[in-house]
């Protein structure tokens, strides 16, 4: 058996923690023992899942305020384990203490994982990132990323078209987010939606990033001309008060939804009657290929990665400087008949990349399992 240590799953949901939930999900337990280490006060997202699983989660000390103490920390909890291999998620560069702390131990294979594509840290960070990126031949020997994108971000040329270079896709387990209208109804139910309410959803953490100024202020208007409609936020950050507050101004609070650590997401994707994801940047989001293998209707910013796009249900890729075609395709989506069921071919996802099973297999060869 294989032992693994992920690094990198943080306390707020994200394509991170969704991924590594998705993989450990369809991993054959036999063949591989996962288990993670966090940095956080908090729990990580889905940690309950992993113990009960059989992995075990360690405290580790926080790198942002220790790194020290953190390599030395996890230098001793890998060689103490004697894990296989050590997967390092990361959404930036700018810290390489977990691949510094698996190189340090010895590990035989080092996995650093780009999830991201660009960074809204500062000015600092960004620096602190291209300088590092140059590091990361030496402290790691397979490299992945989840597009062309989030690999261009973190790794060199010579690197991407090397044999231990690989993109392995965000994907998901396709029949949990397939369409239901008894569990649109349900979370209609609890909601508080009228069926006639036509309801716009997004899934995201209150981050700079995921550009939520912009979202509501696009809702503000559309609002205006569509009064029986409401906004649907799935999702917990730092911005979360700066939102409301701006919704509280242009007079739309009481229309807006807030939802936070819930487990059923995909519930929530079927009360939904369009998506919406206008991201700064994105490596390639995840919540993306969820609302279209639930059969929503998605506008999206021309930021994110156009792998994403499976062809399976309305997709509109818009500048984020073109208010206006926002709000125009956001009425031509509202005008769209409802359907009672939204379907998808399963086997048009997987021929895709985007079906979980089939990725796992790469995950597999990554490990040498």
Partial sequence: MKKVLQLGVTDNLGGIETFAANVYRFTDKTRIQFDFGNI????????????RGGSTVYKLPNYYRNPISYIKETKYLIEKNKYDVVHCHMNSAAMLWPLIAAKAAGVKVIVAHS???????GVLKDLLHRINRNFIPFLA???????DLAAEYFFSKNLIESTNFSIINNAINVPRFLFSNMNRKQKREELGVEEDVFLVGNVGRFTPQKNHLFLVGLFAKFYKKFPKSKLLLVGKGELKEKIQKEAEKLGILSEIIFLENISDVENYYCAMDVFLLPSLYEGLGIVLIEAQVSGLPILTSTNVPTIVNLGISKFYAIDLQNKKEWLDKLTLVHSFEKKEERHINREFVKQRGFDIEAEVKKIMELYQV
Avoid: G, I, Q, T
Wanted: glycine share 0%; aromatic share 16%; proline share 4%.
């Fill in 40 to 51: 956080y006060s908090n729990p990580l997202c889905f940690e309950e899942e992993f113990r």
């Fill in 115 to 121: 999830h991201n594509s660009s960074s809204d840290k």
């Fill in 141 to 147: 020997n397979k490299y992945v990323a989840c597009s």
